[in-house]
């Protein structure tokens, strides 16, 4: 799995800040202590720019952040030191990470789950999870449905213009292969340069159309659609055992017509 959000990563925060991360971090965090992992170490794959892992850090959590983008954890790492936490961020591919242990949980967000376009190899990232869980231990991942790409953003352009940044996001499904390919285009306004009162004239002019100049940067982003039903196989597959499966941030038992699922398995022997 290349790496995704290279480019993006230095404003990826300020373009998702229509995020609701604290009701999202207040949903999984109900869903944790309802499974009994009030404390603990817990694991978070595809853990981007620490979101939600310094959240859960903030209530007593000792956190493992991982993601395969250095560009994303080093904003996580800023975001760690600003904290003061005690928060590891490990830049790995989570079809092969490795942990020094067992964790009490792990946990997956945000649709990191569908950036796994194969399916054995997202078997083998669970029987990963499996494998590092302690005995007992919690998975709870969302994740993007096939439903969700097929019919929802299938072909559809999404655009938003602001000061110093823009972006263009274009979907195309193809449904041979049930993969959704996106097309990023970010533009970000280049810094303004100071004028120097000391150069003449035609430099000062330079210098004042430089900060209304956009420097373009692309990014193509593949997630694979799956159903409820193959997810449910694979985790069976891989030896954790399936408990349940939400409609996003509800207690709603969740089906093919969902959106986005919120799925809840548990360590089964290793």
Not at 7 to 27: K, Q, R, T
Not at 33 to 39: H, L, Q
Not at 81 to 106: I, P, W
Request: proline share 1%; hydrophobic share 35%.
């Amino acid at each position: 799995m290349s790496e995704v959000y290279s480019d993006f990563a230095a404003v990826y925060d300020e373009l998702m800040d229509n995020i609701p991360y604290d009701e999202w971090f207040s949903y999984l965090h109900k869903l944790l202590i309802e499974y009994g992992i009030k404390d603990g170490i817990i694991a978070e794959l595809g853990c981007g720019t620490g979101n939600i892992t310094e959240r859960l850090a903030k209530t007593g959590y000792d956190m493992i952040g991982i993601d395969n983008s250095d560009s994303m954890l080093d904003i996580a790492e800023s975001k760690r030191s600003k904290n003061n936490s005690s928060s590891l961020y490990l830049c790995q591919d989570m079809r092969e990470f490795e942990l020094y242990g067992t964790v009490a949980a792990c946990i997956s967000l945000c649709d990191s789950i569908n950036y796994i376009t194969d399916s054995d190899e997202l078997l083998t990232v669970f029987r990963l999870v499996n494998n590092y869980l302690d005995p007992k231990g919690i998975f709870i991942f969302d994740f993007n449905t096939r439903h969700y790409y097929k019919d929802v953003v299938a072909d559809a352009t999404i655009a938003e213009d602001r000061d110093d940044i823009s972006f263009i996001w274009d979907n195309y499904y193809d449904t041979e292969n049930n993969i959704n390919e996106l097309s990023l285009s970010i533009f970000i306004r280049e810094k303004e340069e100071p004028i120097n009162t000391d150069v003449d004239k035609k430099s000062s002019q330079r210098n004042s159309v430089n900060s209304n100049l956009y420097r373009k940067y692309e990014e193509l982003h593949l997630q694979k659609g799956y159903t409820l039903s193959e997810i449910k196989e694979l985790i069976e597959k891989s030896g954790l055992e399936y408990i349940t499966a939400y409609d996003a941030f509800t207690k709603n038992p969740a089906d093919e017509s969902g959106e986005r699922i919120y799925v809840i398995a548990r360590e089964c022997g290793k």
